[in-house]
């Protein structure tokens, strides 16, 4: 069964720091390219930051600079370290993978100002 787990989301003030996880499974983890979503309520859901499978990464205008994304293939992970967090931040953030194409449930981020 292919499963997308997130972990880490939380409350934290401005300028404070998370890093959320997402443990894969059911997928042949070193092959896939992998990337983090969010979406705010009211809005749709958008890219963050992607990882290739050569760890090669790509990151939104909105948070280039504050986050890293990153890959652990023996424990079929992928991380997103969230520095300098702003309120805008604020969403329920989620884990994609492509082969298959799957998501997971998703973590809450809130960023106090």
């Known amino acids: 069964q292919v499963q997308l787990v997130e972990s880490g989301g939380g409350s934290v003030q401005a300028g404070g720091s998370l890093r959320l996880s997402c443990a894969a499974s059911?997928?042949?983890?070193?092959?896939?390219?992998m990337a983090w979503y969010r979406q705010a309520p009211g809005t749709q859901r958008e890219l963050v930051a992607t990882?290739?499978?050569?760890?090669?990464?790509n990151y939104a205008d909105a948070v280039k600079g504050r986050f890293t994304i990153s890959r652990d293939n023996l424990k079929k992970t992928v991380y997103l370290q969230m520095n300098n967090l702003k309120p805008e931040d604020t969403a329920v953030y989620y884990c994609?993978?492509?082969?298959?194409?799957?998501w997971g449930r998703g973590t809450q981020v809130t960023v106090a100002s």
């Open positions: 990882i290739n499978s050569a760890s090669r990464t």
């Open positions: 059911g997928i042949i983890f070193r092959i896939n390219d």
């Open positions: 994609n993978s492509q082969i298959p194409e799957t």
